[in-house]
């Protein structure tokens, strides 16, 4: 198979992933779409960056029945951050179905999430905690559920969610299809799987090229004291587009970021204790290219889907030998290349051998950089540092450039529903109903998403036109 048209699916669901730039399936989206369709149970074992979202996600959002205002699939997930992303690809994959999606995760005001599950929802994406928040509270309705996916089980096993998660899949209609992902199979994870799972069919997905062949790793052998001082030398002679630098913890992100940021170096910083929104908004800005640097706990070794990310650099050797694998995951992603060089401290070779075992090959200790190399890196990149950054295009770009989100001034407390808003915007003169996209009416406001570039023309429009006889006002809403 080399097409998506040969899975069957909606034109709509076709038309968002030729404008994400999907040209054919991979090789996860291959085997897993099909069996979904077909209304399998599977276990898949693969590494992130396989196009395992969309393997789950095309499906979903080819069954999710639009009209039904009920949430008929559950996405579990172990990181917000995660969250937010998944449910993102969700949203862009079924845009055009209409299909709506929300994320639900802890340290989020839970009103608002409230809020956002009495609507029309279809698709839940959640972290085990909160979503059973929600459960216990009565706040979410499972009872249209049809599809649950456990996502990245291994990581949700080690963060010890185990419990919430099964407390959750006894909360769900028992005729349901179940998909769970996992880097690696646990003797724990089969248990589960096992336990609730009907005959599940199991996908393991081999890495296309070997993770060698696309990340270069090596490593230095550096006194604590001297992490700064080589780092500064890597970056002028490495002179990243974008690198990733893990710490193993808070603090040591915040003193690196700190002296990264007073010395002029373009940085942000990552780790758990910061508030939630802030954490998003950091991922977010970083994956945009606003900043080069992005100084991080093992909280984004995980799944996080950064393009082009040039260099991983691990300043403090992971704890976990997992992590090492994690961490490199994030550069050398879809077609790219990367390079990710680790700091060992000369106590810490155990650690770096028991790394070495665990992904069954050694790495290479690297040469310190030539003085002169260092000279002639430190002026190129102070040269570069004078120009704006230049930002990375996001990969929705295509897909949502001609879609425009407004808001009007009016919503349920004016009795406001789905017909009049559809009714009044296509009479609109050039404006038809396939130009209107998915529709969120809350108590006094709502946001539509207008399609096919006609966003300014439906806003120049509804300024002179009422709705249920009364004058509305119309704006561009952010996204
Ligand atoms: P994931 O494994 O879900 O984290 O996906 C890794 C990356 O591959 C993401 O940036 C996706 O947007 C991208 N991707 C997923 N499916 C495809 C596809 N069929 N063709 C090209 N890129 C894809």
Same mark, same amino acid.
């Given at each position: 198979?080399?097409?998506?048209?040969?899975?069957?699916?909606?034109?709509?669901?076709?038309?968002?992933?030729?404008?994400?730039?999907?040209?054919?399936?991979?090789?996860?989206?291959? #085997?897993?779409?099909?069996?979904?369709?077909?209304?399998?149970?599977?276990?898949?074992?693969?590494?992130?960056?396989?196009? #395992?979202?969309?393997?789950? =996600? &095309?499906?979903?959002?080819?069954?999710?029945e639009?009209?039904?205002?009920?949430?008929?699939? !559950?996405?579990?997930?172990?990181?917000?951050?995660?969250?937010?992303?998944? %449910?993102?690809? +969700?949203?862009? &994959?079924?845009?055009?179905?209409?299909?709506?999606?929300?994320?639900?995760?802890?340290?989020?005001?839970?009103?608002?999430?409230?809020?956002?599950?009495?609507?029309?929802?279809?698709?839940?994406?959640?972290?085990?905690?909160?979503?059973?928040?929600?459960?216990?509270?009565?706040t979410?309705?499972?009872s249209?559920?049809?599809?649950?996916?456990?996502?990245?089980?291994d990581?949700?096993?080690?963060?010890?969610?185990?419990?919430?998660?099964?407390?959750?899949?006894?909360?769900?209609?028992? %005729?349901?299809?179940?998909?769970?992902?996992?880097?690696?199979?646990?003797?724990?994870?089969?248990?589960?799987?096992h336990?609730?799972?009907?005959?599940?069919?199991?996908?393991?997905?081999? =890495?296309?090229?070997?993770?060698?062949? #696309?990340?270069?790793?090596?490593?230095? *052998?550096?006194?604590?004291?001297?992490?700064?001082?080589?780092?500064?030398?890597?970056?002028?002679?490495?002179?990243?587009?974008?690198?990733?630098?893990?710490?193993?913890?808070?603090?040591?992100?915040?003193?690196?970021?700190?002296?990264?940021?007073?010395?002029?170096f373009?940085?942000v910083?990552?780790?758990?204790?910061?508030?939630?929104?802030?954490? !998003?908004?950091?991922?977010?800005?970083?994956?945009?290219?606003?900043?080069?640097?992005?100084?991080?706990?093992?909280?984004? =070794?995980?799944?996080?889907? &950064?393009?082009?990310?040039?260099?991983?650099?691990?300043?403090?050797?992971?704890?976990?030998?997992?992590?090492y694998?994690?961490?490199?995951?994030r550069?050398?992603?879809?077609?790219?290349?990367? %390079?990710?060089?680790?700091?060992?401290?000369?106590?810490?070779?155990?650690?770096?051998?028991?790394?070495?075992?665990? *992904?069954?090959?050694? +790495?290479?200790?690297?040469?310190?950089?030539?003085?002169?190399?260092?000279?002639?890196?430190?002026?190129?990149?102070?040269?570069?540092?004078?120009?704006?950054?230049?930002?990375? #295009?996001?990969?929705?770009?295509?897909?949502?450039?001609?879609?425009?989100?407004?808001?009007?001034?009016?919503?349920?407390?004016?009795?406001?529903?789905?017909?009049?808003?559809?009714?009044?915007?296509?009479?609109?003169?050039?404006?038809?109903?396939?130009?209107?996209?998915?529709?969120?009416?809350?108590?006094?406001?709502?946001?539509?998403?207008?399609?096919?570039?006609?966003?300014?023309?439906?806003?120049?429009?509804?300024?002179?036109?009422?709705?249920?006889?009364?004058?509305?006002?119309?704006?561009?809403?952010?996204?």
């Amino acid at each position: 198979m080399n097409d998506f048209y040969e899975f069957n699916i909606a034109k709509e669901i076709l038309l968002s992933l030729e404008k994400l730039g999907y040209k054919n399936p991979t090789e996860v989206q291959k #085997k897993v779409v099909p069996l979904v369709l077909k209304n399998k149970d599977i276990i898949v074992e693969s590494q992130t960056g396989s196009g #395992k979202t969309a393997a789950f =996600a &095309i499906p979903i959002c080819e069954r999710v029945e639009i009209e039904n205002s009920n949430p008929q699939a !559950l996405i579990l997930t172990p990181t917000r951050e995660l969250a937010v992303q998944i %449910k993102e690809d +969700i949203s862009n &994959i079924g845009r055009f179905k209409k299909v709506r999606c929300t994320a639900i995760f802890g340290k989020q005001i839970f009103s608002s999430q409230v809020r956002e599950l009495k609507q029309r929802i279809h698709v839940v994406v959640g972290t085990p905690g909160r979503t059973l928040d929600h459960i216990e509270r009565g706040t979410i309705n499972l009872s249209g559920i049809n599809y649950l996916v456990i996502d990245e089980a291994d990581e949700m096993l080690n963060m010890g969610f185990i419990d919430q998660v099964k407390n959750i899949i006894n909360k769900l209609p028992p %005729k349901r299809v179940t998909m769970l992902f996992s880097a690696t199979m646990s003797e724990k994870i089969q248990i589960l799987c096992h336990e609730y799972m009907k005959d599940p069919e199991v996908i393991n997905i081999k =890495a296309e090229k070997p993770i060698t062949e #696309k990340i270069k790793d090596y490593y230095y *052998i550096v006194e604590g004291k001297d992490k700064f001082d080589l780092l500064k030398k890597i970056i002028y002679t490495e002179n990243p587009d974008s690198a990733m630098i893990f710490c193993n913890t808070r603090n040591s992100v915040e003193t690196l970021f700190s002296i990264l940021r007073d010395k002029g170096f373009s940085c942000v910083s990552i780790h758990g204790g910061m508030l939630q929104q802030d954490r !998003l908004n950091v991922i977010k800005s970083f994956s945009r290219g606003e900043f080069t640097f992005l100084v991080a706990t093992d909280i984004a =070794a995980r799944g996080i889907d &950064i393009a082009n990310v040039t260099h991983v650099i691990n300043y403090d050797l992971p704890f976990e030998k997992e992590s090492y694998v994690h961490r490199i995951g994030r550069t050398g992603r879809g077609e790219n290349n990367g %390079k990710a060089i680790s700091f060992v401290t000369p106590n810490q070779c155990r650690f770096l051998n028991e790394i070495e075992e665990y *992904i069954e090959r050694t +790495i290479n200790k690297a040469q310190l950089p030539e003085l002169r190399d260092i000279e002639v890196g430190k002026n190129l990149f102070n040269e570069r540092l004078k120009n704006k950054p230049k930002l990375k #295009k996001e990969k929705s770009f295509e897909l949502n450039k001609n879609i425009l989100k407004i808001y009007i001034n009016a919503g349920k407390k004016k009795k406001i529903r789905n017909v009049d808003i559809v009714g009044t915007i296509s009479n609109i003169n050039g404006v038809e109903s396939e130009d209107i996209g998915i529709i969120d009416i809350q108590d006094n406001l709502s946001y539509i998403d207008i399609l096919n570039g006609k966003g300014s023309l439906v806003i120049e429009a509804l300024r002179e036109k009422t709705m249920k006889g009364k004058k509305i006002r119309c704006e561009r809403a952010e996204r």
